[in-house]
C-alpha cells in the first residue's frame, strides 16, 4: 500500500510539471496568436489570457466531473481562488524582493467585481439549498439553470471590459515574425498536455483521498489547487520582476473571476446537476473572503504591495493549510462537517 502511494504522489509530481510546461505553451501561443490577429484588448484579456491561465482548473473540473468526482473539481476551484489571492501575491512580492505596484482601478473595480463574483457564485449554492435540496441536510442540487447565473455575471464582466475599451484604437493584427502555423500547434499541444496531466492528477489524488480517507472537497482545495495554480504563479512572478506590478495582480484576479463564473458552471453544464454540501462550501467561501478583503486592504494600502504584507498573506495561507490538515485528521473539529 505504501508503495502504491509513493508511486501515486510521483504521478502528481510529474503531472504538476507537466501542467506547467503546458500551461506556458499554450499562454505563450494564446498571447502571440492574439496580437498577430489583432484581437481587441478585452478579447485578449477578458477571454484568450483568462482561459490559457486558467484552463487547469477549468479542465480538473471537466475531468472531475465526467469522473463523478464535482466535489474534487469545485474543491480545487475554491483551493485555487484561495492560493491565488493569498501565494500568488506574496510570491510575487517575495521574490523580487521589492513593493509590487497596484493602482486605482486594480482595487476599486477589478477586486470588488471579483468580490462580487465571489458572493453570487455563493448565492447560487443557497439558491440550490433553498430550491432544490438534497437528501443530506445543507444540501442542494445546483442544475443547468442555476449554473447559468454566475456565467451571465461574466459576461456582464466582458461587457464592462468592452465598454472600458471601446474607444481604444487596436492594431489591425498581422504581427511581423510571428509563425502562425507553429504557435497553433504550440497552443495544441499546451492544451493536450494538461489534459493528459490533469486527467492523471485528478486520479492519482483520489486514490491518495481514498487512503487517507479524506474527503475530495478538502483534497481540492488542497493538493489540486496548488498543482493547478503553479501556472498563474509563474506568470504573475515574471510579470513583477518585469516591473509590472498591475499586470501581475491583475493576472490573479482575472483568473479567480473566470474560474469562479466559468469553470465551475461548465461542469454542472456537462454533467447536468451537481449536489453541493452547503455546510462545506460556507466555511470555504468564507475563508476566500476574508483572504481576499485581506488582499484588497494590502493593496491599499499605499497602493503597492510591500515584502512585510507579502509574507503575511503568505502566513495566512500556511495557516489555512494547517487548519484544513488538522480539521482531516480530527485534531481539531467543530467548523467543517465530518463525512
Known amino acids: 500500500m505504501a508503495a502504491n502511494l509513493l508511486v501515486e504522489a510521483a504521478i502528481i509530481a510529474a503531472a504538476t510539471a507537466a501542467i506547467w510546461k503546458g500551461s506556458e505553451w499554450l499562454e505563450m501561443a494564446s498571447e502571440r496568436l492574439a496580437a498577430h490577429y489583432g484581437l481587441p484588448d478585452v478579447v485578449q484579456g477578458a477571454i484568450i489570457v483568462a482561459i490559457g491561465s486558467s484552463f487547469p482548473e477549468l479542465a480538473t473540473v471537466v475531468v472531475a466531473a465526467l469522473d463523478g468526482s464535482m466535489p474534487l473539481g469545485v474543491g480545487a476551484i475554491v483551493g485555487s481562488a484561495i492560493f491565488n489571492v493569498l501565494v500568488i501575491p506574496a510570491a510575487a512580492g517575495i521574490l523580487t524582493g521589492g513593493d509590487v505596484d497596484s493602482n486605482r482601478r486594480l482595487v476599486y473595480k477589478e477586486a470588488q467585481f471579483y468580490m462580487l463574483a465571489v458572493s453570487v457564485l455563493l448565492i447560487t449554492f443557497a439558491l440550490a439549498v433553498i430550491y432544490y435540496p438534497g437528501e443530506a441536510a445543507l444540501s442542494g442540487v445546483v442544475t443547468r439553470p442555476l449554473a447559468v447565473i454566475p456565467l451571465a455575471l461574466y459576461g456582464l464582466y466582458v461587457f464592462i471590459q468592452y465598454q472600458d475599451t471601446a474607444d481604444h484604437q487596436h492594431d489591425t493584427g498581422g504581427e511581423d515574425g510571428v509563425a502562425v502555423r507553429r504557435q497553433w500547434l504550440f497552443l495544441l499541444a499546451g492544451l493536450a498536455v494538461i489534459l493528459v496531466a490533469v486527467e492523471n492528477l485528478v486520479h492519482s489524488v483520489g486514490v491518495i483521498g481514498q487512503a487517507a480517507g479524506a474527503d475530495e472537497f478538502l483534497l481540492g482545495v488542497t493538493i489540486l489547487a496548488a498543482a493547478t495554480s503553479l501556472p498563474d504563479t509563474l506568470v504573475s512572478v515574471r510579470a513583477a520582476r518585469d516591473n509590472r506590478g498591475v499586470t501581475s495582480l491583475a493576472n490573479v484576479?482575472?483568473?479567480?473571476?473566470?474560474?469562479?463564473?466559468?469553470?465551475?458552471?461548465?461542469?454542472?453544464?456537462?454533467?447536468?446537476?451537481?449536489?453541493?454540501?452547503?455546510?462545506?462550501?460556507?466555511?470555504?467561501?468564507?475563508?476566500?473572503?476574508?483572504?481576499?478583503?485581506?488582499?484588497?486592504?494590502?493593496?491599499?494600502?499605499?497602493?503597492?504591495?510591500?515584502?512585510?504584507?507579502?509574507?503575511?498573506?503568505?502566513?495566512?495561507?500556511?495557516?489555512?493549510?494547517?487548519?484544513?490538515?488538522?480539521?482531516?485528521?480530527?485534531?481539531?473539529?467543530?467548523v467543517l462537517p465530518s463525512g
Open 253 to 334: 484576479l482575472g483568473s479567480n473571476t473566470f474560474d469562479l463564473l466559468v469553470a465551475i458552471p461548465a461542469g454542472v453544464l456537462l454533467v447536468g446537476a451537481w449536489t453541493v454540501d452547503f455546510a462545506m462550501a460556507v466555511p470555504m467561501f468564507g475563508v476566500l473572503t476574508a483572504a481576499t478583503v485581506l488582499l484588497f486592504t494590502t493593496l491599499r494600502t499605499d497602493l503597492a504591495l510591500s515584502t512585510v504584507e507579502s509574507y503575511a498573506l503568505l502566513g495566512t495561507y500556511l495557516a489555512f493549510v494547517a487548519w484544513v490538515v488538522a480539521e482531516t485528521v480530527g485534531a481539531i473539529g467543530g
